[in-house]
């Protein structure tokens, strides 16, 4: 069992290109995740999903948008890259019928992004 | 929106030491959560509390959960090696959301 499958786990681009990263679970799970790692700053949220064929903005969106292709995948696409994104992402899901509505995230293992 | 803050933001300690890391809500939490990620790895979910003033123990770490159900405590005992890592803590941001700390970097020295 995978769990939750992040791609590419490396890559460097250049200011003004774009790219996609794919995620893909296993789990069945309902709600998808992307988060962003900088140093000091902890995981902020990006975009999530919280079912199949909806997603909605946290809290960094900008620059960003995502698509819930299905149940199991949820990818991220920047247009045009910047270097204030360049950052660690991962990307998580969760089944959300934890007690009081919590939701316990299973993550993937990140991508490296490096923006020049 | 809802915020988390976590304390320290770096903890360094000789290993057998004890350690402790804090975490702080404005608001009232329905639960908060705790993950571990290792160096160069990616965030692992450690355990929830939901209770006001519960109590949970793994081993050496011991968890806390305010009375007021606005802070939390994760405490190490007798630290080693493996310890080695960031601890986050996370709370409910609303609709399936979830909302961290900034995460307390914690090395040991040997």
């Known amino acids: 069992n995978a769990g939750v499958t992040q791609t590419p786990k490396f890559q460097v681009l250049k200011t003004g290109q774009s790219m996609t990263l794919q995620c893909a679970q296993d789990?069945?799970?309902?709600?998808m995740y992307w988060y962003r790692q900088d140093p000091g700053m902890g995981l902020r949220l990006i975009y999530y999903?919280?079912?199949?064929?909806?997603?909605d903005k946290g809290e960094v969106p900008n620059g960003y948008n995502v698509s819930r292709l299905n149940k199991r995948e949820f990818s991220l696409r920047l247009e045009s890259a910047a270097p204030s994104q360049t950052s660690v992402y991962f990307c998580?899901?969760?089944?959300?019928?934890?007690?009081?509505?919590?939701?316990?995230?299973?993550f993937g293992a990140g991508s490296r992004l490096t923006v020049l | 929106g809802q915020q988390v803050m976590q304390i320290p933001q770096y903890q360094h300690v000789q290993e057998g030491e004890d350690f402790t890391t804090y975490c702080n809500s404005s608001?009232?939490?329905?639960?908060i959560q705790w993950y571990k990620q290792r160096p160069g790895g990616h965030p692992v979910f450690l355990i929830q509390?939901?209770?006001?003033?519960e109590v949970k123990k793994q081993k050496r770490l011991t968890f806390q959960f305010g009375e007021a159900k606005k802070n939390s405590s994760l405490h190490i005992t007798a630290t080693q090696t493996t310890d080695v890592g960031t601890y986050f803590c996370?709370?409910?941001?609303?609709?399936?959301?979830?909302?961290f700390g900034q995460g307390t970097r914690l090395t040991i020295n040997p």
């Open positions: 998580a899901s969760s089944d959300d019928r934890g007690p009081s509505g919590a939701n316990v995230l299973t």
């Open positions: 999903s919280a079912s199949e064929g909806t997603t």
């Open positions: 789990m069945n799970h309902n709600s």
């Open positions: 996370a709370g409910p941001g609303g609709a399936q959301k979830l909302v």
């Open positions: 509390l939901v209770k006001s003033g």
């Open positions: 608001t009232t939490l329905s639960n």
